[in-house]
Nanobody, 129 residues
């Protein structure tokens, strides 16, 4: 079974950058697409980005387009989220999640937490003014 662990969160000021990492272990990560979600206090999970196993298919949530970039290095079983131009509204716990197979062609499906059976514990990102 795939196990995921996030790292790289922290406290930054608005406009600064952070790079989150998600590392898989405990099972084969081959052919899994991987997403980042975030959850602000009192809110539901929000889709941030997803990347296919090959890295050729990428989708972003509307609120992070142009500021965040997802990438992966399959040689080290890792997926990354480069976050630039951070805003206070980006504050939350960031989770990586994985699912076997191709990224869904449906925006509703690929952005739904229910589509991902494997989750990490999350890493806190706090952006201050």
């Amino acid at each position: 079974q795939v196990q995921l662990e996030e790292s790289g969160g922290g406290l930054v000021q608005a406009g600064e950058s952070l790079r989150l990492s998600c590392t898989a272990s405990g099972g084969t990560f081959t052919n899994h697409h991987t997403a980042w979600f975030r959850r602000a206090p009192g809110k539901e999970h929000e889709f941030v980005a997803v990347i296919s196993w090959s890295g050729r298919t990428i989708w972003y949530g509307n609120s992070v387009k142009g500021r965040f970039a997802i990438s992966r290095d399959n040689a080290v079983n890792s997926v990354y989220l480069q976050m630039n131009g951070l805003k206070p509204e980006d504050t939350g716990v960031y989770y990586c999640a994985a699912a076997l197979g191709a990224v869904s062609g449906s925006m509703r499906a690929r952005s739904s937490p229910n589509q991902y059976p494997y989750w990490g514990q999350g890493t806190q990102v706090t952006v201050s003014l």
